[in-house]
C-alpha cells in the first residue's frame, strides 16, 4: 500500500513540475522520476516475491515414493504458462528443468517426451497458509514438483488380455462371445494406489503443489476378435498402476423362450432386442420359465346348436360271444423271434393265437386262429421259444496315460517314447513327449559395433517365463569427445587434445572470443579525470573498460569484462576527462577464444565401457570439466542371470540400446521331460506294457515313466451254453465292467436252433472289469389283454326320449371302470324334438361293464389346452388338462412339440373325451430328450453390470493393478441384459 501512496505523490509531482516554470524543472529530473516509477511498477509486479520453480520428470516405471530415488529422464520437453507468458524448456541428465522468474499464483504444465505418456498438470505456487503476498523487492521464493510419466513399450509395460462374453442364445447352457466390442482400460489417477506412490513432492514453503493432472494416452483400448477376445498393452510399474475397465454397451436380438411376448402367447424359439450394459445397477430382464414342450388339442369338431328344453337319458345294453380279439397293452421291445401266445382262463378253452413282431423287435399284432368258447376273464401271457444261452466276456485295454517317475534333465530335443509287451498282447500304443526347459547358454552370432554402454538383451518367446540375462563388451575405441559449450576455458592458439590408448584428436575454436588486454598508444594530455574507454565494432559485444590517468595523461587501459563474439580488432575510443590526444588499440592475436567442437581422427583402443576417462581427456594438458565422450564398443559375451522356466521351444534373443548396432545371439534350452501324452492308446494289452524313452542331449538324466492301462475293450466272448429254439439270432445284452463304461455291441449267430458264436459289431470301451452277458429273444416283455364278444355293445335303450332337441346329439359312451372302447351310435330326432331311437355304428371291444351313455349337444367350439410334465431324463410323464375346450364330439389329435426344434422328441398321446370335453389324456411313448429351458437361472441374471474375473494382485471395487512383464487376465461377462419388450 505504500508503494501505491508513492506512486500517486511521484505522479502529483510530474504533474505539477510539467506546469511550473522550465527552468525550475530539468531533463534529468524527468528521466530520475521516470526510473523511480519504473522501479515502483517493477516492485509491486514482484509483491508476493520471485520464484524460481523447479520441476523434476522421473520414470514412474522405475520409481515409486517409499521404494527409491526416481529416475530423472533427460530430453523431456516442459512448456509452462503463467501470467499469458509461456516458456518451453529441456530437461537436464536428472530430469530436471528450472523456470526462473515467475511469479506468484498457479501455472499451468505441459509435459512430452516421445515413447511416454504425455501429462498435464495444474500446480500452485502460492505459499501454504500465507494470504499477505509483500516481501518486499528483494522477496525470493523456490517451488518444487516432481511428476512421473510412463513407458508406452518395452520391458515396462504389461499385458491385460481376456475375453467378453454375454448371454444373447438363452436356451444354450453357455454364454456367446461378444464380436467387434470396444474395451478400454483407463488409467486411474484418483485411485490410492496411484497417489500412494507419486504424491507431489513440494518445495520451499509447500509451494509447487499440484492441483490437476492429466494424462494423455492413460486410456488404452482394442476391439474384440471373433472369439469376444481382446489385448491391450498397459504402462506400468515395479509396484504395478491401477486400471478401471470400461466397456461398450451392446444390442442386439436375444433368443430365448417365452410364453408371451407384448402379451402375445407364442411358442418356440424368440428373438428380442436386448441392451447389454457394463454400467453397474442397470435392470436386468427377468428370464421366463418355459416347459420344455408344449401340447396342441385338435379343434373341436362339434357344431354349437341351442339347448334341449328337457335332456334325454340312455342306457348300454353288453351282447353275448366268444373271444373277439387281444389288445396289446405293452408292445415289448428288442425282439428277435414272435414269442408263443398263451391264452389261459377258469372257464374259457380252444382259443388260440399268433403273435406279429416288427422289423425293430415290437410285438404290433396278436391275431386271433380260434375264439374259443366260454371265456369270461382271459389271461394273454407271451412265452419265449429261444432260450438258455450263456456267455462269459473277456476284456483287453489300451494304453490310457503315461506316469513320469524322473523327468530327466539335459535333454536337446524331444525323446522318443516305446512300449514293450511284457507278455505278449497288445500293440499299436504311441506317445509323444511334452518338453519343459531353461536356458543352458547364449552364444554370440554377431559382436555388433559402437556399443558405448551395455545394451539390454531380452529373452522372448518359446513359452518360457522369468529367463533374464547381461550383455559384457569388450574393449573399443573413442568415438565422439564433447566439451561444454559454456566451459570457462579459453585459448589464444588452438590446444593441443591429449588422449590415452593411441587415439588423437583435433579441437577447433569460435570464431569469436573474449578480449584480454588493450595497448595504449597515445596518453594525450590535460586530463582532469579518468575518461570514458568506449569499446565497438569486431564483431561481438559486451567488452568493457576503465583509464587510469597520472599527471594529466592516460597511463593504463585495464578491462572490466573481456565480452564475446570478436572475431576482428574492435575499436577503441576514449573520451571526456577534459583531456585529449589518448588513444589505444587491441591485437587481434590477444584476442582469446572457447573451444567449438572436438573432431576424433584416431579412435585408438582398449577403451573399456566400465572405465572413466574424462579427466585422462586433456586440452594443452589440463582437462576440462563437464567434458564427455561416447565410446565403440563390441559386444563379446553375454551372461545369463536367470534360467528361466516352461521353455517349450528356444527363444528369441534380442540386442537393443547401448547407442551400438549389429549385435546378434542365439540361446540354446536344455528339456526335461514335463508330461508325455498318448496319440495312439493300442489295444489288446492285458498287462501294462513297458514304456521305454530313448533320446539325447548333453550330461543327460535319463527319463522314466511307466504306463497306466485303460479304455478297457470287448476282446472276446466265450459261448458256455449254446441254448436251443431260436429261430433267430436272439440279443446279446452287455452291461457293467465299470461306471463309466461305455457297452459294447455284439450279435449272436446261430446255426440250427442254437447260439454258435458271436460277432463284435462295437468292443465298446472305457472297461475296468469284464461285463457281465445275457442273451434273450427279447429286451422288454410284451404284454396283451383279450376282448371276449361279451364286451360289444349289442343295443342302447332310451330311459327318456327328452324334449325340445333342434339338433341331433352327439352319442357318447364312457366306461365305467376305463375298459372297452370303439363303439359308436346315431340318434335320430323325432318331429317333437325328442329322442325316438338310438341306432349303433360300431359295436366297440373290451367293455366289461355297460358303459355310461351320454348324449351330448355342443354349446360352442373352444380348442383346448394343456401342459406337460417332464421326468429328468427328459421324457413326458402326464399331460395336464389347463382348459378341456369345448364342442369335441371326436376324440381329437394330440401333438407334443418341443420348446427347441430338434431338443426332444417320440412322445404320442392320445386324449379321451367326456361331454364334448377333454377329460384327460393318456401317454402311449413319453419319448425322450426334451430338456431345453431358459439358462442361466434367474437368480443368475438379476446380477447387475458386467461381472469382472481375473487373476490380478489386487483387485478394489473394479480398480485392479497391473506390473510389468506379466499377461493379466481379465474377461467380462454382461450377464442376460435387459429387453425392450414385455416378455413372460
Known sequence: MKNYLKLMVIGLFLLGAASSCEDKFTEEDSLNAQTEIERLRDSLKKAGGIVNYTIHIINGTDASVGSKAGNGLAGVSVTISQWGIVKTETTNEQGMVVFPDLRIGKVAVDVNLDGYTPMSFVASLSPEGQDSYNLGEEGMRNAATQVPVFALTGESTSTIKGKVTIDSDLT??????????????????????????????????????????????????????????????????????PFRPEIDDIALEQSLLANKVNDKEVTGVQKVRTIFSSIGGTSVSTIPTVLPAYVLFGEPDGIAAAAPTSAASATAVLSQGEIENIVISNAGAGYTQAPKVNITDVTGTGATAVATISADGYVTKVEVTNAGKKYSNPSITFEDLGKNAAAAAEIA????????????????????????????????????????????????????????????????????????????????????????????????????????????????????????????????????????????????????????????????????????????????????????????????????????????????????????????????????????????????????????????????????????????????????????????????????????????????????????????????????????????????????????????????????????????????????????????????????????????????????????????????????????????????????????????????TGYTSAPAVKLVIPQRALVAKGSVRVNAQGSITSVNIDDAGEGYTSVPEVTILPAVEGVGSGAKAKAVISAGKVTSVTIIDGGKGYTSKNFPATTHATAPGAVISGKFPEFKGGIFSVKPGTATIVDFYMGTGSRTQKVD
Not at 467387434?180 to 506412490?197: K, S, W, Y
Not at 545371439?665 to 514304456?691: D, F, H
Not at 372297452?820 to 359295436?843: C, F, L, M, P, Q
Request: charged fraction near 10%.
Open 397 to 844: 485295454y489300451g494304453v490310457k496315460s503315461i506316469v513320469i517317475g524322473n523327468t530327466g534333465y539335459g535333454y536337446t530335443k524331444a525323446p522318443v517314447v516305446t512300449f514293450k509287451s511284457t507278455d505278449g498282447y497288445g500293440a499299436g500304443a504311441v506317445a509323444n513327449t511334452v518338453m519343459n526347459g531353461s536356458l543352458k547358454k547364449i552364444n554370440v552370432t554377431a559382436t555388433g559395433t559402437g556399443f558405448s554402454s551395455v545394451p539390454t538383451v531380452t529373452i522372448s518367446g518359446g513359452n518360457g517365463t522369468g529367463a533374464m540375462a547381461t550383455a559384457q563388451l569388450g574393449a573399443g575405441q573413442i568415438k565422439t569427445i564433447d566439451v561444454p559449450k559454456d566451459a570457462d576455458r579459453w585459448y589464444v592458439v588452438t590446444p593441443t587434445v591429449g588422449l590415452p590408448n593411441g587415439a588423437t584428436a583435433t579441437a577447433t575454436l569460435k570464431t569469436g572470443g573474449r578480449l584480454t588486454s588493450i595497448n595504449l598508444s597515445n596518453g594525450g594530455t590535460g586530463y582532469v579525470s579518468a575518461p570514458t574507454v568506449t569499446i565497438s565494432g569486431g564483431g561481438g559485444s559486451g567488452a568493457s573498460a576503465y583509464a587510469t590517468i597520472s599527471s594529466g595523461s592516460v597511463t593504463n587501459i585495464t578491462i572490466v569484462h573481456g565480452g564475446n563474439g570478436y572475431t576482428t580488432a574492435p575499436t577503441v575510443t576514449i573520451s571526456g576527462g577534459s583531456g585529449s590526444g589518448a588513444s589505444a588499440t587491441v591485437d587481434p592475436v590477444t584476442i582469446e577464444k572457447q573451444i567449438d567442437k572436438v573432431v576424433v581422427t584416431d579412435g585408438g583402443s582398449g577403451f573399456l565401457y566400465s572405465a572413466n576417462y574424462v579427466n585422462v581427456i586433456t586440452f594443452d594438458g589440463i582437462p576440462i570439466s563437464g567434458t564427455s565422450y561416447t565410446l565403440s564398443c563390441p559386444l563379446t559375451g553375454i551372461t545369463i542371470n536367470n534360467a528361466g522356466v516352461g521353455f517349450t521351444s528356444t527363444p528369441t534373443v534380442q540386442i537393443t540400446g547401448g547407442e551400438g548396432s549389429g549385435a546378434t545371439a542365439v540361446a540354446e534350452v536344455q528339456y526335461k521331460v514335463q508330461a508325455i501324452t498318448v496319440t495312439n492308446p493300442g489295444s489288446g494289452y492285458l498287462t501294462a506294457p513297458q514304456v521305454i524313452i530313448t533320446g539325447d542331449g548333453m550330461e543327460i538324466t535319463k527319463a522314466t515313466a511307466f504306463a497306466n492301462l485303460g479304455n478297457g475293450v470287448l476282446n472276446r466272448i466265450v459261448l458256455t451254453n449254446p441254448g436251443q429254439g431260436y429261430t433267430a439270432a436272439p440279443n446279446v445284452a452287455v452291461s457293467g465292467g465299470g461306471a463309466s463304461a461305455k457297452q459294447a455291441r455284439v450279435k449272436a449267430i446261430i446255426t440250427d436252433d442254437k447260439v454258435t458264436g458271436f460277432d463284435i459289431e462295437d468292443a465298446g470301451m472305457d472297461y475296468t472289469a469284464a461285463p457281465s452277458i445275457s442273451i434273450s429273444t427279447k429286451t422288454t416283455g410284451a404284454a396283451a389283454s383279450a376282448v371276449a364278444k361279451t364286451g360289444s355293445i349289442y343295443a342302447v335303450n332310451i330311459t327318456n326320449q327328452g324334449a325340445g332337441y333342434t339338433a341331433v346329439p352327439v352319442v357318447e359312451f364312457v366306461p365305467a371302470d376305463g375298459f372297452g372302447s370303439g363303439a359308436a351310435a346315431t340318434a335320430v330326432v323325432g318331429e317333437g324334438g325328442s329322442i325316438v331311437r338310438i341306432d349303433i355304428t360300431n359295436s366297440g
Open 172 to 241: 444354450n447352457n453357455s454364454p456367446e462371445p461378444a464380436a467387434n466390442i470396444n474395451v478400454a482400460m483407463v488409467l486411474n489417477t484418483d485411485d490410492p494406489q496411484f497417489t500412494g506412490m507419486f504424491n507431489n513432492q513440494t518445495g520451499d514453503n509447500g509451494m509447487g503443489q499440484i492441483i490437476s493432472m492429466t494424462y494423455g494416452s492413460a486410456v488404452m483400448r482394442a476391439t474384440t476378435d471373433a472369439n469376444g477376445e481382446y489385448t491391450i498393452t498397459v504402462p506400468t510399474t515395479a509396484k504395478g498402476l
